[in-house]
């Protein structure tokens, strides 16, 4: 028998912590499994019947990270979280996430900024000889405080991923601030230790952003329910709801548990849970699910599940682990310092033992690990991340592009993604005589008064085309039918067939029901429209297809994405009639759960997936695709934290044109290799000769520092093709 034990971990900022972390639990006895999630901060122990847990909590120690006390501040799940009368404004999540994109714009543009002041100070610098002049007058004392200071967190990861015989990209940079060091090249090695805290904080502020992702979607979830008990009505915290409790839900409310109604009737928004695009109605025996919310009706609600075993509760855990079962590229700068380190040092050393020349061997270290090769990378992310920002495309750290270059899948989510997200008026039928305009004019008037998501399109659609919609006399909703109301003096009734069947007109017989099955094959949602006991028309509705989806689509397939699937909770006609509009495969009616082991299976065969999606319900799934590609403009928070990158404007033609940034990315890092390595073989070959005195091995190293500059700033062109307009939002 095995136990499952979380312990909150402290002081974790990027992905080598993880790993340290990691292997630091693993090594304890009794430890079967472990998975350690850098934005919950907390590490997942699988372990025998029996778990010492001061053994778990030294190990992390001596690693150099802290166990939180049980029950911290900092831990947050769905059960538990606070929300404020258990409900969340979707205004103040758009403004939140507006507002996170421009802070993080503003934090890049102060990085890049910084970044090429420096650059151009030191290369200029080195040049008139001011550098020299500054650092012979240094006290050596102080220039070696000031590299251990500036490069601490850096080499302490570097002599962490040592003892653990892990070589990292950071080894072979700090191997050339030793060698700096060691001739007295201060200015040197503080511009290695600059460059690479330029990363390590880009790492950390991408942690962090994914730590309030998790905090926020477990903010979200049900803190109170009013619970039936003893005849009376009683507020309680969720965590004292129980499975058997009956919940009672009023209008406009947040549903607090996963259920099946046992009275009432109540028009629901599920779609952050399971993304279907229209409103359902919910009746005696219906299924609902915590997080969503009944605008129209009351309910009472069995409970079935609570907290964190809530569907709803489920997105939380998966949005939390996903990061730790995706599988995880390693860095091209990681996997090339493992092949050129060892190559560097054996040369530095067969030069001592040869020829007996320590400074040479000295000029053999500086040489080869000058700051171009710790420029060849971060320089070139660092320019596609800023030009993409300005495109609309916020790209939250460079192995995202790495990993956009190499994907073969494209997953989709439909509701809010490839629609707009709301409902239109797709067509009208009149019966009986009845024109359209006569069936939109009597429907709009009766639904003047109305909230239903339905009656707003309709009304939009009638104001659209100058339908004057009249003034009702008397007004009742139906929950879970429709409406009813009284226009000059004549019952109109709007609604479902059960609504009109109740106004005594007859709901579906011989051409008319004909008509009506066709229109709900159709994946249409149909309102019936009575008037005087006397069937008029019908209206169906239904979400439209982002009008720069197919180009977006037809371009993924030019590049080569064949691979692209549909996966949507709403039903399956629905999906299938938009699937084949555009040429896609789908898979319909998929709760959270089913999107994320969809995005698995892919990734169990091998495959690359890139995941788009606004909601949420797409929260998980975003997490787990190698790259998730999150719809910012009139997406979810939650899928805008969760997701890798974020579509500032929900411009579907940017889409294609993140794949194409993501390749010239990886083509000019490749480049910028090549050249910094074929750059290094000459010096090495000169330095070990003895022709490449130190001072002048660091001295050479801002020639391919302008390489680099020239090469990575061709990203900086703008060689987009999409033709949406600008975003002029601010």
Known sequence: MSVRVEFGIDGMDCGDCVRHVQAAIAAVPGVIDVEVLLGAEKAIVKAGAELDREAVKHAVDKAGYRVRAAGGARRATAGSAAGAGGTASGAARDA???????????????????????????????????????????????????????????????????????????????????????????????????????????????????RRAVRELAALAPSQARVLRGGEERELPIEEVVAGDIVVVRPGEMIPVDGVVSAGSATVNQAAITGESMPVERSAGGKVYAASYATLGSLRVAVQQVGEHTVFGNVVRLVQEAEAKRGRVARLADRFSAYYLPVVLAIAVATVALRGDVLAAAAVLVVACSCSFALATPIAILASIGASARRGILIKGGSYLETLAAVNVILLDKTGTLTLGEPRVQEVVGFNGFDTDAVVQAAAGAERYSEHPLAEALRSYGAARDITAGEPEEFAALPGRGVRAVLNGVEVVVGNRAAVAGGSAPASTGAAGERLQALEDAGRTVVLVARGGKLMGAVG??????????????????????EIELLTGDNAAVAGQLAESLGLR??????????????????????????????????????????????????SEIAVQAGHMVLLRDDWLMVPEAVRIARRTMRVILGNLGFTTLYNIAGLSLAALGFLPPIFAAALQSLPDLGILANSSRLLQNKTKSTAPPDTRG
Not at 107 to 129: C, I
Not at 595 to 621: F, S, T
């Open 96 to 210: 939140s996430a507006g507002g996170a994109a421009a802070v993080t714009r503003r934090v890049l543009t102060v990085v890049a900024l910084v970044f090429g002041a420096v650059l151009f100070v030191v290369v200029v610098g080195e040049w008139l000889g001011v550098i020299d002049r500054v650092t012979d007058g240094m006290p050596w004392q102080l220039g070696l405080a000031l590299v251990i200071a500036g490069g601490y967190p850096v080499f302490r990861n570097v002599v962490r991923a040592a003892l653990a015989r892990r070589v990292i990209s950071h080894t072979l940079m700090t191997v050339g601030v030793l060698a700096a060091v060691a001739v007295g090249e201060w200015a040197t090695a503080f511009v290695v230790v600059f460059f690479m805290r330029v990363g390590e904080y880009a790492e950390s502020f991408t942690a962090e952003k994914s």
């Open 541 to 562: 509705f239904a979400d439209s297809v982002r009008p720069e989806v197919p180009q977006a689509l037809c371009e993924l397939r030019e590049l080569g994405l064949t």
């Open 586 to 635: 789908y898979r319909a009616e998929l709760l959270p759960e089913d999107k994320i082991e969809a995005v698995r299976a892919y990734q169990a065969e091998g495959k690359r997936v890139l995941m788009v999606g606004d909601g949420v319900n797409d929260a998980p799934a975003l997490a787990q695709a190698d790259v998730g590609l999150a719809m910012g403009g009139a997406g």
